[in-house]
């Protein structure tokens, strides 16, 4: 019995790792955005990506955001996994609203291609104190397939990052403190995109993108869908990190809790380019057409912050314990009758 004990705490003690984690990345420079339609103040039409900077002379790239996006709890942000604390707290979200079918309003930010939702999903739980309301969502990618999202994990980027942005609900918190609580006000769930399969999901919007490529310009998918079609299962998304952080766009505002899964996204690698190749930048001031890509953000410093995860990492401790059990026995008697 000794040996079997000694067998699961080993089992327990080596979680699975992600090749080419990294505990740890070098100078930060500053960086993007939670493109929050209603916090696009007067800077929206001056700050720009790095990719934009080097071509244009009067847009800000992000070393230049200016001094709200330097305080200490910015997004996004290298994610440790043997750093992240288990949190007994955060469990399943429940999701009101999401399998709401719609013909979404697409729309071409000058930042990212924008879905303007209709404040009927909801999301509760989670570890949240409040209720949250959907407002949007967008995302971030590159034409490179491992280098378009915001956060990494271990050190490693993916393809794409889906950011589906919501609002706290007044009175909805378990007291009023809570309610008035400024650094939670905004709740991104964050999901990372990798490339693989067609996504039939994400396919209204891909074709979308062909009526919206240039900024300001807005168009109806031609398909209902609803939230749920964009996303893994919701078992499936049980297992997620948390953190507190800021909007990834100036003002860079310190208000929202984070939450990024550790279930991914798959997209066909053609699905993924689509979004490079049909959406345009602002045109910039020397008249030069810029592709929309690499409209992310450069990882922030996780400072004095603690990452929290919903769970013990390691895919073997998510199994119940008699399918632990089963195939270390099967394995201990075989040796015995060896």
Known sequence: MWLLLALLALAASRPLARAGECLGFGPVPLGDPEEMELDEGSQESHWCYEIQAKISKTCLGPDQWG?????????????VTSKAKVDQNLGPFSF?????KRKWEVKNSGHSVMVLLEDE???AGGGLASQYRAKQLHLHWSKVLDAGSEHSIDGDRFAM????VHEKEQ???RNKKEDQDSEDEIAVLAFLVEAGSKNEGFQPLVEALSDVPRPKMTTKMKKNISLSDLLPEEEKLRRYFRYLGSLTTPDCEEKVVWTVFEETIQLQEE???AFSEKLYYDDNDNGQELKMTDNIRPLQRLGQRQVFRSQ???R???LPLPALLAPTLTCLMAGFLR
């Open 67 to 79: 001094d709200d996006c330097q305080k200490d709890r910015q997004s996004p942000i290298n994610i």
């Open 96 to 100: 009101s609203g999401y399998d709401k």
């Open 121 to 123: 999903a909801t999301i």
């Open 161 to 164: 990052e889906m950011h589906i």
């Open 171 to 173: 009175g909805t918190s």
């Open 271 to 273: 699905q993924i380019l």
């Open 312 to 314: 013990a990492p390691g």
């Open 316 to 318: 073997l401790l998510s």
